[in-house]
């Protein structure tokens, strides 16, 4: 079976619709197509092989053959300051009278049509949600639209080759947004410390210590009375009640390291621990023995990785005004300082720490992902509610094309040769 390639390869040049430091380092490699040692069909098929990779990669290639089109939508902007001028007269002044008009010398910048190959791509659904900046790559977009997470025009959509129409509007879960542009939650110095510590705890309580008997407790829940067994406790054995305030304070301990930035096989085994003890908790009205054993020795273990943060309370007070302003400057300076704690307390509350989301917290915007931070002309984005507009479908200006692309004219006007055959 043949190996299927890397989807980012630094060897075989491939740029991809995503945010990632392949897909930047493969940019800054981009170089013109070769003429010289190439033929003309291999050209094409270089051309197009590049293109497609970072074009629509996603769909197949009879998909986009279905797609593609032969006419390229441009427009053509005219001069309304020259129209004002001239009505056309001047072209046919003094013809034959042997009166020499000047030539007026207006050269615009080319029209690059061969960039808009792709533009039926930038239609379906999937492609806008990338281009509005709500996911950081098409396959994240197609997975948000997949998974229900996005509305067009106020309804449920779950089809990423959705084509939109000039005057759509469609719409993003929030949340979803911020955890495909925020960043990475990795696993922070604090959460590995706790985890050497839990080793190194369980290690010297395992080595260390005897399995004990929780002496059995039986509840009449008729009358309510416990019935305690008839043998005086030895020094060592720790009370009924002891057990149960130590088994209740476990579980409070368990419920906060979950909520911490640990590892997913923690977290299984912490939810293990937690079953573990509701069923221990649960003996006070079954009446069975448990031993507590291996709950005491998770319970050092976690009480010696649960570190608790430190919380620093920053408050700054304007200083007191001069006694050279005047009373409407002191007043000008209160309002000034009380919009600044303002903005500091709703930015304290929207975007604090919350070890619970799926992103790192507070908020902060996914790395690299200022060089590919833009908006084609044909979207309006609001970001506050994470939904955008699709005004119009792209063209082509003088100077300018509105499909955003990474490749020059030349291999974009060979991969629409390519296209043009009849296969």
């Known amino acids: 079976m043949r190996k299927k390639p890397r989807f980012h390869s630094l060897k075989k040049l491939k740029v991809r619709q995503d945010w990632s430091r392949w897909t930047l380092y493969n940019l800054s490699r981009l170089t013109p197509p070769n003429v010289t040692t190439k033929t003309y069909f291999q050209q094409k098929w270089t051309a197009k092989s590049n293109t497609r990779a970072y074009h629509g990669e996603q769909i197949r290639e009879k998909q986009w053959k279905r797609m593609f089109r032969r006419n390229l939508p441009a427009v053509v902007p005219m001069d309304h300051k020259y129209l004002a001028r001239y009505d056309g007269s001047e072209q046919a002044a003094g013809r034959g009278a042997g009166a020499d008009t000047q030539e007026k010398t207006r050269t615009s910048p080319m029209t690059p049509y061969m960039q808009m190959t792709y533009y039926p791509m930038e239609r379906r659904l999937d492609s806008a949600i990338f281009r509005a900046l709500f996911a950081s790559s098409v396959r994240q977009a197609r997975q948000f639209v997949v998974h229900g997470l996005v509305k067009v025009n106020g309804k449920k959509m779950i089809y990423p080759g959705y084509m939109l129409n000039p005057g759509d509007m469609f719409q993003v879960v929030p949340e979803s947004v911020m955890f495909a542009t925020g960043a990475r939650k990795t696993q922070s110095s604090r959460a590995r410390r706790m985890a050497e510590r839990f080793a190194k705890a369980r290690a010297e309580v395992l080595a260390q210590r005897t399995p004990t008997k929780i002496p059995s407790i039986k509840v009449s829940l008729l009358s309510g009375s416990t019935n305690t067994p008839s043998t005086t406790q030895s020094p060592t054995q720790p009370s009924p009640e002891?057990?149960?305030?130590?088994?209740?304070?476990?579980?409070?301990?368990?419920?906060?390291?979950?909520?911490?930035?640990?590892?997913?096989?923690?977290?299984?085994?912490?939810?293990?621990?937690?079953?573990?003890?509701?069923?221990?908790?649960?003996?006070?009205?079954?009446?069975?023995?448990?031993?507590?054993?291996?709950?005491?020795?998770?319970?050092?273990?976690?009480?010696?990785?649960?570190?608790?943060?430190?919380?620093?309370?920053?408050?700054?007070?304007?200083?007191?005004?001069?006694?050279?302003?005047?009373?409407?400057?002191?007043?000008?300076?209160?309002?000034?300082?009380?919009?600044?704690?303002?903005?500091?307390?709703?930015?304290?509350?929207?975007?604090?720490?919350?070890?619970?989301?799926p992103y790192a917290t507070p908020w902060r915007s996914r790395d690299y992902m200022p060089a590919f931070a833009f908006i084609p002309r044909y979207l309006e984005v609001n970001q506050n509610v994470c939904a955008a507009v699709y005004l119009r479908h792209p063209v082509a200006r003088p100077g300018l094309s509105e499909v955003p692309t990474p490749f020059g004219v030349e291999t974009g006007q060979l991969a629409f040769n390519w296209y043009l055959r009849r296969r």
């Open 242 to 357: 002891q057990v149960k305030k130590s088994l209740q304070t476990l579980m409070e301990d368990v419920e906060g390291v979950l909520v911490e930035d640990i590892k997913a096989k923690d977290k299984q085994k912490l939810r293990s621990l937690r079953q573990t003890i509701k069923k221990a908790i649960s003996v006070w009205k079954t009446g069975t023995e448990e031993t507590i054993s291996t709950l005491d020795s998770q319970l050092s273990f976690l009480k010696s990785r649960l570190v608790k943060q430190p919380t620093s309370s920053s408050s700054s007070s304007p200083a007191d005004s001069e006694a050279t302003l005047t009373k409407e400057e002191q007043t000008k300076l209160t309002q000034a300082f009380d919009r600044l704690k303002e903005a500091a307390d709703y930015n304290a509350n929207w975007n604090k720490r919350d070890p619970r989301k």
